[in-house]
């Protein structure tokens, strides 16, 4: 049975902005409260997912969420219309009105954990919503996430759609970002990695370690994975003190292929050999260790050069790294990556460059953009065709975004009641241009 992997892209929300809510994101704090371009972030990613798609590789989008979140700020007590409950907590509660507009749902690697069918015991493709119960603006996402993952995979007897973990600090869970898959195929048994940084007995230092080892056991759990083709590795507490807040900012793998930074993981040597004992007769790992001593943690991060794409085109023989334009500015990730890919044999035999840089100034790169789900043909044909992007899609979303997008988002710009009209209004026109149905929003209700 064949089965494509695709790329589902978050659509970077009309209310993006830099309000620098992520402790332990560099990028997200450095350029806190400068002046946004929600219209060039959200066609840049468009046109990253049609630059893949011209590559022959198939490509999703999964629609923003609703923000400002008036729903939640009325529990907190606001009330009135829904201006009236933005102007009163940007007046009372700044603090809580920024976790309220943050378009941080575009992160689409953070929105669940996928594992196919191939690797779960009923047969069925299992998707478990991340709770992000690390950071208050995240945490806000799931309710939504989990409606637009039923309206995905609605078939019950193919897809089984779970809800969030309980959001609490033993089951901390950021989704796809610490999870990584090695097969030979994707139709095919894998093996599932899933990383974390801390286990919930532990005391915290540093900056937060945002998946416990908790979480990631309840998901192999409630995805029915084998034991013996599951791996649990400890994320290295120098690379998350370095502002690897996620493992995909310091590791990224595709195929039978982990491409990674020398101090991703607290014992690399333990975990090649659980992933080769779990890989044993049916495909052979290759690990591809960058040297600390040509990149640094610092460089890896500030380059997002791991929070690149790893991507099998049609026909290649080998894979090809899609990486944010950061990496090729930088001296020393640009020079290490041509050396890569000109090497005999290379795992990794080719790159290609895009531009994301509005959304990555938010703390992410390409990688964070799109939460990948393999998908046998009969299953693709099952879900909701309507988030697969084509021509006539792209065009339809690339109009919505130049119409109803502000050019510039400046701090003081945030207050302004019209951002709540204008972003609904923007929203409601989409559910008629994605197959989300006239009360997906719950300003819609």
Known sequence: MNATEINFDGIVGPTHNYAGLSEGNLASTRNRDSIARPRDAALQGLAKMQRLRALGLSQGVLPPQERPNTTWLRTL????????????????????????????????????????????????????????QTMLHRLLEAEQTERMLRRLLADESRFAVHAALTPHDALSDEGAANHMRLCAEQDAPGVEIFVYGREAREAKTGFPARQTLEACRALARRHGLAAARTVHARQSAEAIDAGAFHNDVVAVAHEHVLF??????????????????GARGLFEPVFVEVPAARVSLEDAVSSYLFNSQLVRLPGA??????????????????????????????????????????????GGGPACLRLRIAMTDAERAAANTGFFLDDALAAKLEAWIKAHYREELAPADLADPALVRETQTALDELTRILPLGGDFYPFQR
Do not use: K
């Open 77 to 132: 007590g606001f009330s009135g219309s829904d201006s009236d409950v933005w102007g009163g907590a940007w007046a009372g509660e700044p603090m809580l009105a920024r976790a309220a507009l943050a378009s941080s749902a575009m992160w689409a690697a953070n929105a669940a954990t996928v594992s196919p069918s191939a690797d779960c015991g009923d047969g069925r493709l299992h998707a478990s919503v991340a709770n992000l």
């Open 260 to 277: 990674h930074h020398e101090h991703a993981f607290a014992d690399t040597a333990a975990l090649y050999a659980e992933v080769r004992a």
């Open 317 to 362: 023989a080998s894979l090809t790294l899609i990486a944010p334009s950061e990496v090729r500015e930088n001296n020393r990730t640009a020079a290490y990556v041509r050396e890569l890919v000109a090497a005999p044999n290379a795992a990794i035999g080719a790159v290609e460059y895009v531009e994301v840089r509005e959304s990555m100034r938010n």
